[in-house]
């Protein structure tokens, strides 16, 4: 036996690539139940959605995997999405339940490219639930949706019994226009473009960690919740079809959102890790629970694919913005290696973004 | 971020390399051992190994805490979390090991109750604020986290929380490091030295290993100029015809460790006989259960438990991933049958095990690519 082989004579390469196989074969669902970490948006989420539920829901529109899934209607073209908010605890610094739910789904149409049109809500009540702990939440809402001028056109309330769920849930559905001839796709992405990031990354997913209160660490996180239609329509109006994808960077963070355009694309993506924007206080506390920011939940950031010769003016578009104040040019699209994010480390060396697996769990030590 | 990008910085990386590679002896291959599972994960998620001659060769040791507790552990913390009433909890990277029946993340979804804690003292108080049932903390870990244990064994007593108990895996390194050196098939020239592990118990119990060995140990640091520092160390005591147990990590590991912390761990705990290590086998004295004086917080005598040893899967190499005799991807079942999200091993789990750190960050390491870009 030779160093470089197995028993078998297989080389390093040879199981690098058959991880590569493996890493693109139709997702399939074997688990005997649903575990926390169906939940936790890595790859045991992925194989729920695209192993159970798509295969069974089939339709074109769905297998695209979007944010939204797009339709005609006459010669409109119409984006819908649905996502549920279950947050825990409801309230947190620098947001709460209600206004999650509302630019949550704000933003999966934005992301797509569709100028949010109109929303619907469900409220899931747990009984006993404190009267103005929902008014709270139900005026969350209505400002957030006053914020972007989406109207909350319908909706329907149901309570279930103490301890079925944590105070609250809250399912938001949204419809959006496509009013830009732009086809926005991760298949669009291509070697050459750039990644662009519309600023700090993990403040969200951070700030509600610390909000459990069980870390007891203090630290001034704010969740950055915010609507991004603006930024997402500036986007548009300056790049055109130089603008391939975009992408909310929620569950599972930038990375997750960078390995599925990679994977999608069949491109790499290289990222300079000192290029991404992440606050002290956030890159502190992950220093501390041994999480990475780049796989941290956000609520109010977008990953933009724009062709090269149009970044300098995205970014500027994006910059000029609130909501973009702190975008950056995090990296770029390669040929090579296809599927496969990596990222240039501060320390001068380069190491492989996988997809998160599970909760991102704390180190011990 | 202050105190931690100094250790960071690329300038400086290089320089080290420069000088760890004037070091190397032409022609000659070096092994160097990080002992830690720290270390493995500093080196991929940082990759230290760009900075690094290929003549370098960093083998991952088996200081993954998580990584070494066998099967028959798992099934046993499934088996107090099934019984009513109980509350076992854990340490985040217990969640997905997986046992002969599962993880504690599917012993919770079949209806256990298994909390994730971030400290024993998180456990203690879940004990307290719910004195109808009993709270169980699944103890893993090497010398580094035995302490936080005993002080809170120290304070259960003390405050007479009698619902709370410890199920206890805590085990020791220098055991391991005898198992490694005494393995046949493996030949090493250095080792990087468990940095936190040192913290609580010295640099002295190593002393035996440049002694009957001749090898170098260099305690490290968790940082990446800290492993760099080690390595241009280790170098340093080749190229002088040394070999010695030197502390890089003096900025928090004294020569002789940190005697309250030794205090508590000789009052709380005693020495098992033996403890079966994931891979590598039973091994004599490696690991802690509470001393007699304080059984009455000992879940093994509290619980009846079905303490079955359950053999390591066949197809599984964990224990030569362990040894360093394999390396990760040389394993049968590595990124195909054995992966991060099912794993069938141990080091395929936490990200400290070598496995997934491979899996994770290592499989672009060797190809160097020029990743300049935005320049």
């Known amino acids: 036996m030779t160093r470089g082989q197995v028993a078998d004579g297989v080389t390093e390469d040879q199981v690098g690539e ?82 999650l739910a509302v630019n949550g789904t704000v933003n999966d149409l934005a992301v797509s490219g569709a100028r949010p049109l109109a929303l619907t809500a ?14 709270t939440e139900v005026t969350a809402m209505a400002d957030a949706a006053r914020a972007v001028g989406v109207p909350v056109v319908a909706g329907d309330t149901k309570v279930v019994e103490r301890g079925s769920c944590d105070g609250m849930y809250v399912v938001t559905t949204g419809v959006g226009v496509l009013e830009h001839d732009v086809a926005l796709s991760p298949t669009a992405v291509r070697p050459g473009d750039k990644v662009l990031l519309s600023g700090t990354v993990g403040d969200h997913g951070i700030a509600v960690m610390l909000a459990r209160g069980d870390l007891d660490l203090e630290a001034d996180v704010r969740s950055d919740t915010q609507p991004l239609w603006s930024l997402a329509a500036a986007l548009l109006d300056v790049c055109g079809s130089d603008l391939r994808c975009m992408r909310d960077a929620t569950r599972g963070g930038v990375a997750t959102v960078l390995n599925e355009i990679a994977l999608a694309a069949e491109v790499g993506i290289v990222i300079e890790e000192s290029r991404v924007p992440v606050r002290p206080e956030v890159t502190g506390a992950g220093e501390i629970l041994g999480i990475d920011p780049l796989y941290v939940a956000n609520e109010g950031k977008l990953v933009a694919f724009v062709a090269p010769h149009r970044a300098d003016a995205a970014l500027a578009a994006m910059r000029a913005l609130p909501s973009g104040a702190e ?4 990296g770029e699209v390669r040929a090579e290696p296809p599927g496969r994010v990596l990222g240039r480390t501060g320390f001068g060396g380069h190491r492989l973004i996988d997809m998160l697996v599970g909760d991102p769990l704390p180190r011990i030590c | 971020m202050r105190f931690v990008d100094e250790f960071r910085d690329a300038d400086l990386a290089e320089v080290l390399g420069r000088e760890i590679t004037a070091l190397c002896e032409p022609g000659r291959h070096y092994k160097v051992m990080e002992v830690c599972g720290g270390h493995t994960h500093t080196i991929y998620r940082y990759g230290v190994q760009d900075h690094l001659p290929e003549s370098i060769e960093l083998v991952h040791g088996p200081g993954c805490p998580v990584c070494v507790i066998p099967m028959g552990r798992v099934d046993d913390g499934i088996a107090i979390a099934e019984r009513d009433g109980v509350i076992l909890t854990c340490f985040g990277d217990m969640m997905r090991v997986p046992g002969g029946r599962g993880s504690f993340l599917e012993a919770n979804a079949r209806g256990a109750d298994i909390r994730m804690v971030y400290s024993p003292l998180d456990a203690l108080r879940i004990a307290r604020q719910n004195p109808d049932r009993q709270v169980v903390f699944y103890a893993i870990g090497f010398e580094t986290t035995a302490p936080s244990t005993a002080l809170t064994v120290l304070r259960a007593a003390q405050e007479g929380v009698e619902n709370f108990s410890v199920f206890c895996n805590h085990v020791t390194i220098i055991p391991a490091i005898k198992a490694i050196l005494d393995s046949p098939d493996l030949r090493l020239d250095a080792f990087l030295g468990p940095g936190h592990v040192s913290t609580v118990i010295g640099c002295r119990p190593y002393e035996w290993i440049p002694r009957d060995f001749g090898l170098p140990l260099v305690c490290a640091g968790f940082e990446p100029l800290d492993l760099l520092q080690s390595v241009y160390m280790i170098m340093k005591q080749f190229a002088e015809g040394r070999a010695e147990v030197e502390n890089q990590y003096g900025r928090v590991v004294q020569y002789d460790g940190n005697p309250v912390a030794l205090k508590v761990l000789a009052e709380v705990f005693a020495l098992r006989p033996f403890f079966e ?21 000992d879940a093994e005598q509290r619980f009846d438990l079905p303490g079955v040893r359950v053999a390591d899967p066949k197809a599984c190499q964990c224990g030569e991933v362990l040894k360093g005799v394999l390396k990760p991807w040389e394993c049968k079942v590595f990124g195909t049958a054995c992966t991060p999200e099912t794993p069938i091993g141990t080091c395929m789990v936490s990200s400290e095990g070598a496995c997934a750190a491979y899996y994770n960050y290592g499989q672009y390491a060797k190809q160097r690519l020029t990743l300049e870009v935005l320049s």
Do not use: C
């Open chain 2, 277 to 297: 290590w994931r891979g590598l086998g039973s091994i004599a004295h490696s690991a802690l259960q509470l001393a007699p004086a304080y059984a009455r917080f």
């Open chain 1, 122 to 135: 469900a409220l899931v009540l747990e009984e006993g639930l404190a009267a103005g702990a929902l008014r």
């Open chain 1, 327 to 330: 975008a950056a040019l995090v």
């Open chain 1, 18 to 99: 058959r991880i590569e196989q493996m890493r693109r074969r139709p997702q399939k669902f074997r688990d005997e139940r649903i575990t926390m970490a169906h939940g936790a948006g890595g790859k045991a989420s992925r194989a729920l959605v695209e192993g159970l539920v798509v295969p069974l829901l089939a339709n074109p529109a769905l297998e695209q995997l979007s944010d939204a899934g797009l339709f005609a209607a006459g010669t409109a073209r119409l984006a819908v999405t649905t996502d549920a908010f279950v947050v825990k605890p409801m309230r947190f610094p620098g947001g709460s339940i209600g206004e």
